[in-house]
């Protein structure tokens, strides 16, 4: 068997789950795709504060796509929070918490990372002619405003 990775992007909204098989060299299959709507800045996210209601979805949403990256027998798992992971006072304790049920320790990433890696993102599935063009990520805690060519 091909080494297995997994990417979890944990955003406001939505936590996203990404399991691929590498097949050598540059060449890769995907083998899941999911997301599952968690809401971490229900009600309270401009004070900083994922509510209970919203904590506990996300905390589910990750018991999830763990049994899912079992499931697919991933030896290398990679895990990302944003903006509400960034900005909510009890962060750590959500961040706490994944690590104690998955051992799954999540980065943080700022909001010029995760403006570039829409950048990559995009660039990866649209066909962009040598001219510049703009990027808006709307996300649930954060925008993204991204101007850029097909070189950078």
Not at 41 to 47: D, F, V
Not at 129 to 150: Q, R, T
Request: charged share 25%.
């Amino acid at each position: 068997m091909n080494k297995r990775i997994a990417i979890l992007d944990l955003g406001t909204n939505t936590f996203n789950l990404l399991i691929a098989e590498l097949l050598g060299g540059e060449n890769y299959k995907i083998l899941v795709n999911q997301k599952l709507p968690v809401k971490l800045g229900e009600k309270r996210i401009n004070s900083g504060k994922i509510i209970s209601v919203a904590f506990n979805r996300g905390i589910e949403a990750i018991k999830s796509h763990f049994t899912t990256i079992k499931k697919y027998q991933v030896q290398d798992i990679k895990a990302y929070g944003t903006s509400a992971l960034r900005t909510a006072k009890n962060g750590e304790k959500f961040l706490a918490e994944i690590r104690i049920i998955t051992g799954i320790t999540v980065e943080i990433i700022s909001g010029d990372l995760e403006a570039e890696l829409i950048y990559f993102g995009v660039r990866q599935t649209l066909n962009l002619k040598n001219e510049k063009f703009v990027i808006l990520d709307i996300g649930g805690g954060s925008n993204e405003f991204i101007l850029a060519n097909i070189r950078e």
